[in-house]
C-alpha cells in the first residue's frame, strides 16, 4: 500500500461539511454588518438626529407650519384614493389571471410589470404629454375647469402608474398556489360568483393582500419623481410630503426638511415592522419568495 | 334521478379531451368511472357537476335537459381530488356552507342548520370533530368532511373525484365500505372516478371503462372480467 | 384534426371572467398602455426619428445618460455580490439580531427615496459623519460626485438581489454540497462550483430589478449627486430640466432613448436567463 492515511493525533473540532470555518464565517458577518451600517442604518439615524438638532419643540413648531400641513393633508388623500384603486386592479387581475385560461396571459403580466422598468420622471412625463396644457385634450381640460396636471388627479395618476404593479404582483403568485378547488367547492354547494369570492377566496387572500396594500402604500406616500414632474410643486396645494421636503431643503430649512422626513421614516418604519410581523406570523399564506 | 349523457364532447384549445360520447345511468346506481390518466373521465363527471361545459351534447336529469344548468342550481354534490375543503373555516363552517349560501326564503333557521350538520357528523361517524379546522383531521378524516359537506345540499346525485386517491392503503379500504354504506344509505346516482380498477370492481354496480377520451366498454364488473369487449380493457383490468 | 376558430379562452363556469377581465383590460390600458402611446406617438409621429437623434446625439445628453447607466451598473453590481454574500450570511450563519437585519433590509422598499437622498447626503457630504473620515483618509470626495450616485443606487437596489436569492439559498439540498465534499473538493471549491451557479439564474433576476430599477431612479440622486451638466447630470433629471424650458420634445427624445436603452438590456438579461436556466436543467 503506497496511501497510507493519516489520523492527525489530535483532531480538529468537528465542523459539517456544508459550512465555512469560524474565522471566515466571522469575517463575512462582519463585512454584512459594516456595509449596512454605514448604508442603511446611518442614513436612518442621521434622518432624527439632523430633525432634532435644535430640539423637540423646534422640530415639532416646524411641522405645524401651514405649507407642512397642507403637504401632509395631500399625501394623506393620495394615498386614500391611489391605495383602494390599486387593490380593485390587484384583485380584478388576479382574478382574471389564476381563475380563467386564456391566450395572451403572459402578455398581459408582463405589461402589468411595465411601469417598474419605466423611470418615475419619465412616468410623471406620461402624464404631462397626455393631459398638459400643450396637448389638445389638456387645454380643454383647463379650459373648462377641471385641470389634471398641476392638480390632484395628475398626482394620483402618476401615483397609480408608478404603484401599478404592487397588488397584483402579490396576489397572482398566492393564488395559482391554491388553485381553483375551493372556488369550484362554493360553486356546487350552490354559493353565487359574490359570495364565493367573499367568503372562500378573500379570507385565503387576505393576509397577501394586506401585504401588497402596504407596500403599495408606502411607496404611493413617498413617490416623489414622478410627482415632481406632474405636480407643478404649487406650494401648499399641489405639494406632498416628499416635495415639501425637497423644497425645504433648498431653502436651507434643515430641521423643516429633515423633520417631514423623520415623518415618513416613521411611515418606513411602521411599513417595515407589519411588513416582518406578517411574514412570520401568515408566512403560509404569502407568496413563496416572502417566506424566510 | 337518472342521468343521459348524450352525444358529450370536450375541447381544450386544439385538443380533444372527450370525442363524443353517450352513456345512461339508472336512477340509485353507485358507477365508477374507471381509466388511466388522460382518459377523460374527470373531465366528463365536471361536465355532469356543471364546473366544465361540453363543447357539444346534452346532459339529461331524469328526461330533462339540464345541459345549461348552472352549477349552483345542478345541486349535485361534489367531492373533490383534493377535497377543497374551506381551510379558514371550522368542520361545521364547511359543512353548514351550502345551505347558508341559499336564498333568505329557502334558508334554514340557524338551529335547523346545526341540527343537519350534526346528524351528518354522525353519518360520518365523526360527531366530534365540528369546532376543528381542515388542518387538524387526517386525510381520511377530510374525505369524510368532504362528503358530509356535498351531501348537507340535499344533492340530486352525488360525483367524486378519485375519492380514495390520496390515501394510504389500510384507510383506504375502510372507506370504500364507507361510501357503499352512505349510498345504500341515501340511495342517490353516485358516479367516482378512480384509476385504480380493483377499486372500481369491488364498489360498483356499473363499470365505465375510458380510455383516450372514449368509451371501451360498460357493463357490471363480473361481465367486464368475464367478457372485456377491448384489448385495452383486457390489459387495463389484468393490470 | 379539426380546427377550431379562435376562443380567447375555454368557456368555464367560473364566474366573473366579465368584470375581472373588464377592469383589468380598462385599467391597464388607462394607466399604463395609453400614456406610454402617446409618448410613443409623441416622439415618433408627431417629432420624428430623425429630430429625436438630433437631441440625443449632443455632449450633454449622452453624458448623462453614460452617466445614468453607469452608475445602474456599478451600483447594481456591487449589489449582485454584495446581495448574494448578505444571502448566504442570513439564511445559514446564526448571530446575534439577524432577524431585525433581515427586517432591515427592505428599508429601501419602505422608505421614500426623497428621504433617503437628503440622509446619504448629510453623511457623506464633506463635512457629514462618514463625509469627513473619508476625505481626510482617503482624499476623496462623495457627496456631490460620482461616488456619490453610486452610493445612492446602491442604497435603492439593495433589496432586490438579497430578496431572490434568500428563498433559494433555503432550498438548495444539502446533499449536494456534501455530495461535493465526499467527492474530496475543498469548501472553496464546492462553493464556486456548485452552491454558486444553483443561484445565478435567481442572482440575475434580482440583478435585472435592481438594475431596472436604478436607471430611472431619480429622488434619491439629485440630492446627493451635484448636478453639474456633463459630470453629475442624470438622464431623467435632463429630463425635468428640459420640461421646466417647455421643450417637450426633448424631454420625449431623451425620454425614448432612456427607455430604449432599458428595455434593450433587460432583454439581454432575460436571454442571459434562459441560457443559464438550460444550462441548469439540462444537468
Known amino acids: 500500500m503506497t496511501d497510507t492515511l493519516t489520523i492527525p493525533s489530535r483532531p480538529r473540532a468537528f465542523r459539517p461539511a456544508t459550512t465555512e470555518p469560524p474565522v471566515i464565517r466571522r469575517v463575512l458577518i462582519g463585512v454584512c454588518l459594516v456595509v449596512l451600517t454605514v448604508l442603511l442604518f446611518a442614513p436612518l439615524i442621521a434622518v432624527f438626529d439632523e430633525a432634532l438638532r435644535q430640539g423637540w419643540a423646534f422640530a415639532i413648531a416646524s411641522l405645524s407650519e401651514s405649507d407642512a400641513q397642507s403637504a401632509i393633508r395631500l399625501t394623506l388623500m393620495v394615498a386614500a384614493i391611489v391605495v383602494p384603486v390599486n387593490a380593485a386592479f390587484g384583485i380584478a387581475a388576479a382574478w382574471a389571471i389564476t381563475k380563467f385560461d386564456w391566450r395572451g396571459k403572459a402578455w398581459v403580466i408582463t405589461l402589468i410589470d411595465l411601469p417598474f422598468s419605466v423611470s418615475p420622471v419619465v412616468a410623471g412625463l406620461l402624464f404631462v404629454l397626455m393631459f398638459g396644457a400643450n396637448s389638445a385634450v389638456g387645454a380643454w381640460l383647463v379650459a373648462s375647469g377641471f385641470p389634471i396636471v398641476s392638480a390632484l388627479p395628475g398626482i394620483v395618476l402618476a401615483t397609480l402608474f408608478i404603484t401599478f404593479p404592487f397588488v397584483a404582483r402579490e396576489l397572482i403568485p398566492v393564488m395559482l398556489e391554491q388553485g381553483r378547488a375551493e372556488e369550484e367547492a362554493a360553486l356546487t354547494l350552490g354559493a353565487s360568483g359574490w359570495r364565493t369570492f367573499l367568503t372562500v377566496t378573500l379570507p385565503n387572500i387576505r393576509w397577501a393582500l394586506l401585504y401588497g396594500v402596504l407596500l403599495c402604500n408606502a411607496r404611493a406616500m413617498g413617490e416623489f419623481g414622478a410627482v415632481a414632474v406632474v405636480s407643478g410643486k404649487i406650494r401648499g396645494q399641489t405639494t406632498t410630503m416628499p416635495l415639501m421636503i425637497e423644497m425645504f431643503y433648498n431653502e436651507y430649512l434643515s430641521v423643516a426638511a429633515f423633520t417631514m422626513a423623520a415623518l415618513l421614516a416613521l411611515l418606513a418604519f411602521v411599513t417595515l415592522t407589519l411588513k416582518t410581523a406578517l411574514e412570520w406570523r401568515y408566512a403560509d399564506q404569502l407568496a413563496a419568495s416572502h417566506r424566510h | ?239 | 384534426m379539426t380546427t377550431r376558430p379562435f376562443t380567447l379562452r375555454n368557456p368555464t363556469p367560473m364566474p366573473g371572467w366579465g368584470l375581472s377581465f373588464g377592469i383589468m383590460v380598462t385599467m391597464l390600458s388607462v394607466i399604463v398602455l395609453m400614456p406610454m402611446a402617446v409618448l410613443l406617438w409623441r416622439g415618433f409621429a408627431s417629432f420624428g426619428a430623425a429630430e429625436m437623434w438630433a437631441v440625443v446625439n449632443r455632449p450633454r445628453v449622452w453624458s448623462a445618460l453614460a452617466l445614468s447607466f453607469r452608475a445602474a451598473l456599478v451600483a447594481s453590481l456591487f449589489n449582485l455580490i454584495f446581495g448574494v454574500l448578505l444571502a448566504w450570511v442570513l439564511v445559514r450563519y446564526r448571530f446575534p439580531g439577524k432577524r431585525l437585519i433581515d427586517a432591515a433590509v427592505d428599508l429601501p422598499f419602505a422608505l421614500p427615496t426623497a428621504v433617503a437622498g437628503i440622509a446619504l447626503t448629510a453623511i457623506y457630504a464633506p463635512n457629514g459623519v462618514l463625509g469627513t473620515p473619508i476625505s481626510e483618509v482617503f482624499g476623496v470626495r462623495v457627496a456631490y460626485t460620482e461616488p456619490g450616485i453610486w452610493i445612492a443606487l446602491i442604497f435603492v437596489g439593495l433589496p432586490f438581489v438579497v430578496r431572490t436569492v434568500q428563498p433559494v439559498i433555503e432550498e438548495i439540498d444539502r446533499e449536494t454540497e456534501e455530495a461535493s465534499a465526499t467527492l474530496g473538493a475543498s469548501r472553496l471549491r464546492t462553493l464556486n462550483h456548485v452552491v454558486l451557479p444553483m443561484l445565478a439564474p435567481a442572482a440575475l433576476t434580482g440583478f435585472a430589478l435592481a438594475l431596472a430599477r436604478s436607471v430611472g431612479e431619480y429622488g434619491s440622486v439629485i440630492f446627493i449627486a451635484g448636478n453639474l451638466p456633463n459630470v453629475t447630470e442624470i438622464a431623467p433629471l435632463l429630463i425635468v430640466i428640459r420640461l421646466e424650458e417647455f421643450d417637450y420634445d426633448g424631454a420625449v427624445a431623451i425620454a425614448i432613448a432612456m427607455l430604449a436603452i432599458s428595455f434593450t438590456l433587460l432583454l439581454a438579461i432575460n436571454l442571459i436567463q434562459i441560457w443559464s436556466r438550460r444550462r441548469m436543467g439540462a444537468v
Do not use: C, W
Open chain 2, 1 to 239: 334521478m337518472n342521468i343521459e349523457i348524450e352525444d358529450i364532447a370536450k375541447q381544450f384549445g386544439a385538443t380533444a379531451a372527450l370525442h363524443p360520447v353517450s352513456l345512461f345511468i339508472p336512477s340509485g346506481t353507485l358507477v365508477a368511472l374507471l381509466g388511466p390518466s388522460g382518459s377523460g373521465k374527470t373531465t366528463l363527471l365536471r361536465i355532469l357537476g356543471g364546473l366544465e361545459f361540453p363543447s357539444t351534447g346534452r346532459v339529461l336529469f331524469d328526461g330533462t335537459d339540464a345541459t345549461g344548468l348552472t352549477v349552483q342550481d345542478r345541486r349535485a354534490g361534489f367531492v373533490f381530488q383534493s377535497y377543497a375543503l374551506f381551510r379558514h373555516m371550522t368542520v361545521f363552517d364547511n359543512i353548514a356552507y351550502g345551505l347558508r349560501a341559499r336564498s333568505r326564503k329557502s334558508r334554514p333557521a340557524a338551529a335547523e342548520i346545526a341540527r343537519r350538520v350534526n346528524k351528518l357528523l354522525d353519518l360520518i361517524k365523526l360527531p366530534d370533530i365540528g369546532a376543528r379546522y381542515p388542518s387538524q383531521l387526517s386525510g381520511g378524516q377530510r374525505q369524510r368532511v368532504a362528503l358530509a359537506r356535498a351531501l348537507a345540499i340535499e344533492p340530486r346525485m352525488l360525483l367524486l373525484d378519485e375519492p380514495f386517491g390520496a390515501l394510504d392503503a389500510k384507510v383506504r379500504k375502510e372507506l370504500r365500505q364507507g361510501l357503499r354504506d352512505i349510498h345504500d344509505t341515501t340511495g342517490l346516482t353516485t358516479i367516482f372516478v378512480t384509476h385504480d380498477q380493483d377499486e372500481a370492481m369491488e364498489l360498483a354496480d356499473l363499470v365505465v371503462v375510458m380510455s383516450m377520451g372514449r368509451i371501451e366498454q360498460v357493463g357490471k364488473p363480473e361481465d367486464i372480467r368475464a367478457r372485456p369487449k377491448t384489448p385495452f380493457v383486457r390489459e387495463f383490468i389484468t393490470a
